[in-house]
């Protein structure tokens, strides 16, 4: 008997998806409530599990269809029929054939077959082109990733080891001598943009149509958190459990400058301006497949512990990609910190139908003036892109200034000055 695998409900206002990655062939056997294909939405990867135990059978929806929610995307037979035993019979054979036609590929093997001595590893096609570029062995890399699958960055840290790489054979080796003879390569690959970075590219470009983007431009001298943060990060780190970062003091300031320019934190809906007597937070958190912008619910009324948990707790779950709808939706007010990737100075983009989004970025010692002397100082840039339509320059340099203040004088954080 045969079960419909169909495209779950996927949230709020979420109609379609496209399939990324089936994570099981047909003919494999499947447990009940394992995940056997990958959707990407506008916002998340969303598994699809197995409904009941058996065998993987048709597969209706190929990688890169769009599909609707309740579409059907394949069939899982139940038990573990011939099918199930034929494929593992058949593997052998196929493995044989293909080292007899192409032994020259056999660096190469365990990536083209998913299959090696260790088991079975399901790679995303950006990881298979990683492994193959670098020359390495999957079954020698330790995914991170959820269910322990392997990620880029698990192959970028494995590649600048030098560690997991393939062993060539012995024929493989002299037209591998021969390859410095060819000239450079020209060679072009075409890859079809996910479904995330369409909607990324799509919101981006709406922005900057619709709003009357503006950035303004401040610089904070960070001596006082730093010297705060290496004085208690290890007994905050003892009692909360979680590492005291930067992301804590700067949602604090922002929640307190955004009570005192309250047209920050609003947005325009038609003729209408809605003001929010609350701080949805959102911050950008780099994930396998780009970025997102997960939302700190009510970060006025949190502790800064409790915002460095949430922080942290978003950053595995987009590692791991199990962040979901719920954690994506809303926010009235954005953080990015470009820092973290060594970026100087940007000019940041809001995120409709958000307002404005502030920009964070590196720390690095330069001199300052400070009573008449030049003293060297860790200095960071800070850009807050607002769209000028609802906020005045006024508002956006005042509100600059506050979060500026509580910077360099954290003690304001804890009396609410």
């Known amino acids: 008997m045969a079960t419909e695998v169909k495209v779950p409900t996927l949230g709020e206002s979420v109609t379609e998806a496209t399939v990324g990655q089936w994570l099981k062939k047909p003919g494999e056997a499947v447990k009940a409530d394992e995940p056997i294909v990958s959707l990407e939405t506008d916002k998340v990867a969303v598994d699809v599990p197995a409904p009941v135990a058996g065998v993987l059978g048709d597969i209706v929806a190929k990688e890169g269809d769009t599909v609707q929610v309740g579409a059907l995307l394949a069939y899982v037979n139940a038990g573990a029929g011939a099918g199930a035993a034929a494929a593992p019979a058949a593997a052998p054979a196929a493995k044989a054939e293909a080292a007899a036609t192409a032994p020259a590929a056999s660096v ?19 990881v298979r082109r990683l492994v ?5 062995d999957p079954s020698k890399i330790k995914g991170t990733g959820k269910d322990g699958r392997l990620t880029k960055d698990d192959v970028v840290a494995a590649a600048a080891a030098g560690t997991a790489r393939a062993a060539a054979s012995a024929p493989a ?38 709003a009357a983007l503006l950035t303004t431009y401040n610089d904070v001298d960070m001596t006082n958190v730093i010297e705060a943060r290496a004085k208690y990060k290890d007994l ?10 930067f992301m804590g003091f700067f949602t604090k300031a922002v929640c307190m400058a955004l009570r005192d320019i309250p047209g920050v934190n609003a947005q325009i809906e038609g003729d209408e301006i809605v003001y929010n007597d609350f701080a949805d937070i959102s911050v950008a958190v780099s994930a396998p497949n780009g970025l ?4 700190i619910r009510n970060a006025e009324s949190l502790s800064v512990a409790e915002i460095e948990k949430t922080i942290g707790g978003f950053g595995k779950k987009a590692k791991d990609g199990t962040l979901t709808m719920e954690d994506m939706k809303g926010g009235t007010f954005t953080i990015s910190n470009g820092g973290v990737f060594g970026s100087l100075l940007s000019s940041p983009i809001i995120n409709p139908p958000q307002s404005a989004v502030l920009g964070l970025h590196r720390i690095e010692d330069r001199p300052v003036v400070r009573d008449g002397q030049i003293v060297i100082r860790p200095m ?3 850009a807050l892109s607002y769209d000028h339509r609802l906020i005045d320059g006024r508002e956006a340099v005042t509100f600059l200034v506050a979060v500026k203040n509580a910077i360099e004088d954290p003690t304001r954080l804890l009396i609410d000055l």
């Open 108 to 126: 190469a093997a365990p990536v083209a077959s998913d299959e090696d001595e260790g088991g079975n590893l399901t790679l995303s096609p950006a």
């Open 132 to 136: 193959l570029e670098h020359g390495l």
């Open 173 to 210: 080796a002299a037209p591998a001598a021969a390859a410095p003879a060819a000239g450079p390569s020209r060679a072009q690959e075409r890859v079809k943009m996910t479904r995330l970075r369409q909607t990324v590219a799509k919101r981006l470009k709406e922005a900057q149509n619709n």
């Open 236 to 245: 905050f780190e003892k009692k909360h459990g979680v590492r005291l970062g």
């Open 292 to 295: 997102v912008v997960p939302v």
């Open 380 to 382: 960071m840039y800070l």
